[in-house]
């Protein structure tokens, strides 16, 4: 699938950028802090329907405006797509495709257009907290899945609500009697939504699995060994079917009452959960090398696209935010060599000496300066 257009309103600090996509690759040069991944950041934001910069809706709007804009053109293997996107500070979206309002501006938009994201601060997708790897599962998901996406959300509303009301209860002086029943209402949620959840993630991660091992094991010619595993507060084993993790998580979440009663938070379930990566059977995050993690991201980009594009039928959007910098030439080299054939790439860069002359072939490139596209160039090496 290709994006052919591309316009921004009052996004991040783009007041009016558009542009059109004429090739398969399009390179974004310019300074720091010039506005390079905004325009990823955009673009990932029609396929995932969240930031991982943003901690909220309003940081994408400009300064003091009321809204921003996203327009994309999109061609698929068999239609045109037109994705018309305002997104308001107080975090209230709407959405138009192919010009018709949707109702569920944020589960409408995820499932029509595919990318995948590879950005510098993807190393920390090892190194960092269990936070970013469940959202690494998530921003996958939603695309593959849209009933993920609103059982995710269902689920988030349910831990809030019994957040508020653990919170509560010393203030409120409920009974105990009256406290675990109005509990056990959030928890019924929780246990159907939160097994739904786990139950996803523990295939998808079955799934992308060999797929990262594999190409893992190209990269290193055969020395590493890559493996992915799905923590979780409720289990420690994998391989279970939808009634067991049920059972499983009834019973922790039993088992917890009186912890989640006494700290006033929810204590169990997927939103407290992780996924590890192992390399020769040693925990990347404390063991490897930082050669080894960057390959492990790389493995693991490679493995999203090509799950995206099985499940899918359409080959997904490529978005490298800063990375060259960071890949020596052998896992450039490799990068380049295992991508789909006819993938639409958009590649931000501070200096173009980063990249690869073979990747420079047949790119648009595109400097940005202080939100304004200074000149575009076609380059035909
Ligand atoms: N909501 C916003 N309104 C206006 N400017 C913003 C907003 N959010 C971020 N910026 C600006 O965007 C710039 C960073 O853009 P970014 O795309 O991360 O730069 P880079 O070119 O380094 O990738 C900074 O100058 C920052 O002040
Ligand atoms: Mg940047």
Same mark, same amino acid.
Request: proline residues 2%.
């Given at each position: ?31 720091? &802090? ?7 950041? %955009? ?78 601060? /993807? ?21 593959? /899945? ?49 097994? /739904? ?13 060999? $797929? @990262? ?11 590493? @060994?890559?493996?992915? $595993?799905?923590?979780?507060? $409720? ?37 407290? /959960? ?13 063991? %490897? ?53 006819? $993938? ?36 035909? &090496?």
């Amino acid at each position: 699938m290709q994006l052919k257009r591309l316009k921004l309103v009052n996004y991040r600090n783009y007041t009016d950028f558009e542009h059109e996509f004429n090739n398969l690759k399009t390179i974004i040069i310019g300074q720091n &802090a010039q506005g390079k991944s905004n325009i990823l950041e %955009a673009i990932n934001i029609l396929a995932t329907s969240q930031s991982d910069r943003a901690e909220k809706d309003s940081d994408l709007v400009f300064w003091n405006k009321e809204h921003s804009l996203i327009f994309a053109n999109i061609e698929t293997i068999d239609a045109e797509l037109n994705i018309a996107l305002q997104i308001n500070p107080t975090g209230r979206r709407k959405l138009k495709i192919n010009d018709v309002p949707k109702r569920a501006p944020q589960a409408d938009l995820v499932g029509n257009f595919f990318a995948v994201m590879f950005s510098c601060d /993807d190393l920390y997708l090892i190194k960092g907290s269990p936070s970013i790897r469940r959202s690494w599962l998530d921003s996958i998901l939603f695309q593959l /899945d849209k009933k993920y996406h609103k059982t995710l959300l269902d689920y988030q509303k349910s831990i809030a609500q019994k957040n508020a009301l653990l919170k509560q209860s010393h203030e409120a002086m409920l009974s105990r009697k009256a406290l675990k029943e109005q509990l056990d209402v959030w928890n019924t949620q929780i246990l159907n939504f939160g097994t /739904d959840i786990i139950f996803t993630r523990l295939n998808f991660i079955d799934e992308i699995k060999p $797929i @990262a091992k594999d190409f893992q094991r190209k990269i290193s010619k055969d020395t590493e @060994a890559l493996d992915i $595993i799905y923590k979780s507060s $409720i289990l420690q084993s994998s391989v279970f079917s939808h009634q067991d993790l049920l059972t499983l998580f009834k019973a922790t979440l039993d088992k917890s009452f009186e912890e989640e009663l006494m700290r006033g938070q929810s204590l169990v379930g997927p939103h407290r /959960d992780d996924a590890i990566f192992m390399i020769n059977e040693k925990e990347a995050k404390s063991f %490897a090398s930082q050669g080894q993690q960057r390959s492990t991201i790389l493995s693991i980009k490679l493995a999203e696209l090509k799950i995206i594009e099985k499940r899918k039928g359409e080959v997904p959007v490529l978005l490298l935010d800063d990375v060259f910098a960071e890949l020596d030439e052998n896992r450039q080299d490799f990068l380049l060599h295992n991508l789909p054939r006819n $993938i639409q790439t958009f590649l931000t860069t501070t200096h173009i000496s980063d990249i690869q002359k073979e990747f420079l072939k047949d790119a648009q490139i595109i400097e940005i300066q202080n939100g304004q596209v200074l000149q575009s160039e076609c380059k035909l &090496a």
